[in-house]
């Protein structure tokens, strides 16, 4: 069975600082798709990265950044210079290929104060 | 593209009717939809696997004869719930997947309130 946890409920932060979201998964596959969506205060989910199991690079994309590591079974994501438009929840997911469901972790609400 | 729309955005109903929700994929053709139910404050839980031409998957615990699903096109699949019971009300998110992309594309989901 496949498991998805995110330990931190909630995290507040001042804008401009960094925060860093934890991620760890569960699964008994060998491939797999790692997943990270945000949930702004409208409900709709937005996505944000896809990582497959043979991919281990970490990923940059303007604030965000990921850092995956098979060996702890974690998918961290990071966000730098936080503001305020980052409040929101956010999802890590596991898929096991294409066309399955995603398993959701918890969620982590990230509240960034002015 | 990818854009995924859910309608009605959110409906209130009376204990006892049926309530029809669509999700529709705008720029893609989708081969495979997934409804999800989310309560407040928790996460996302899949409700059923819906494939175009076929009958849904429907996961542990969710009553397929209440909850029912058809994928008629490639584009478009529906939720009803029926004879909805306050229990019901939820935030009730689709999503539709490209084939070769292996991401899911999520709907702006559609909130429920049962009388």
């Not at chain 2, 854009?3 to 959110?10: E, I």
């Not at chain 2, 004879?83 to 559609?110: L, V």
Request: net charge neutral; with cysteine; glycine share 6%.
């Amino acid at each position: 069975a496949q498991k998805v946890t995110q330990a931190q409920t909630e995290i507040s932060v001042v804008e401009k600082e960094d925060v860093t979201l934890d991620c760890v998964y569960e699964t008994r596959d060998t491939t797999y798709y790692l997943f990270w969506y945000k949930q702004p205060p409208s409900g709709e989910l937005v996505f944000l990265i896809r990582r497959n199991s043979f991919d281990e690079q970490n990923e940059i994309s303007g604030r965000y950044s990921w850092n995956f590591q098979k060996s702890t079974s974690s998918f961290n994501f990071t966000i730098t210079a936080s503001q305020v438009v980052d409040s929101a929840v956010y999802f890590c997911a596991l898929s096991k290929a294409a066309g399955n469901k995603l398993t959701f972790g918890g969620g982590t609400r990230v509240l960034v104060k002015p | 593209g990818a854009v995924v729309s859910q309608h009605p955005s959110w409906v209130i109903c009376k204990s006892g009717t049926s309530v029809k929700i669509e999700c529709r994929s705008l720029d893609f053709q989708a081969t495979t939809m997934f409804w999800y139910r989310q309560f407040p404050k928790q996460s996302l839980m899949l409700m059923a696997t819906s494939n175009e031409g076929s009958k849904a998957t429907y996961e542990q615990g969710v009553e397929k004869d209440k909850f029912l699903i058809n994928h008629a096109s490639l584009t478009l699949s529906t939720l009803t719930v029926t004879s909805a019971h306050p229990e019901d009300s939820s935030f009730y998110i689709c999503s539709a997947e490209i084939a070769g992309r292996e991401t899911q594309y999520f709907g702006p989901g559609t909130r429920l309130l049962v009388l």
